[in-house]
């Protein structure tokens, strides 16, 4: 069966300090994947999506950057981090078609 | 493009009691519809869709979703609630025209199940 692993779940980091985090899917290949990320416990806002090595789509112009090194292995950055990128991250995955998406744990990124 | 709303941020209902959380969406053709269930500090888990076919999906949990192609809308339901069932719930669509069009997402709507 297929999982997705998300980690850290949470991080606190200091204002102008960088981010890394990662999510890797299990159990499938070629899926689709991307970055949410929800403020106060609300909607979800697209930040990036890839449907395949080396492909990224952003959605929203920020501070924020997206990699995807390996077909199952998706990484969300920043070189310096804002208050305002605090919130909970999602990273998701569906398979080629229309098909429901799966997401990780989530990460608790707190910027002081 | 296509969007999703809730109109509800908060649904309340007693324990026993039917509930429905509403959903209406925007899309060009036919739409691609979810529903997901998310409690605190963790990730959405998938209750039920709707692809093609008979209107009246059953998910998971015991929910229920009628989706309605002339008012556009989704609306999750349950014939009786359970204090478990307190929780943020999400609607989604994706539309057809591109298999890999990420879902949309509403703004969620808390449900609060009182005993």
């Known amino acids: 069966s297929q999982t997705i692993h998300q980690w850290p779940a949470t991080l606190v980091q200091p204002v102008g300090s960088p981010l890394s985090l990662e999510c890797t899917v299990e159990?499938?290949?070629?899926?689709?994947l991307y970055w949410y990320r929800q403020a106060a416990g609300r909607g979800l806002q697209l930040l990036f999506y890839s449907v395949g090595i080396g492909q990224i789509s952003s959605e929203v112009p920020q501070n924020l950057s997206a990699s995807r090194p390996q077909d199952r292995q998706f990484i969300l950055s920043s070189k310096k981090l804002l208050l305002s990128d605090s919130g909970f991250y999602l990273c998701a995955w569906t398979s080629t078609g229309f098909t429901e998406a799966f997401f990780g744990q989530g990460t608790r990124l707190t910027v002081v | 493009a296509q969007s999703v709303a809730q109109p509800e941020d908060q649904v309340n209902v007693a324990e026993g009691n039917p509930l429905t959380v509403k959903c209406t969406y925007s899309v060009s053709g036919n739409p691609y519809l979810f529903w997901y269930v998310q409690y605190p500090n963790r990730g959405l888990q998938f209750l039920l869709k709707?692809?093609?076919?008979?209107?009246l999906v059953k998910g998971s949990y015991g929910f229920e979703a009628e989706f309605n192609k002339s008012q556009t809308s989704f609306h999750l339901k349950k014939p009786s609630a359970l204090v478990s069932d307190s929780a943020l719930y999400f609607c989604a669509v994706r539309g057809p025209w591109r298999g890999n069009t990420p879902l949309v997402f509403g703004k969620g709507t808390r449900l609060s199940v009182i005993a």
């Open positions: 709707y692809i093609t076919g008979d209107n």
């Open positions: 159990g499938t290949s070629n899926p689709n």
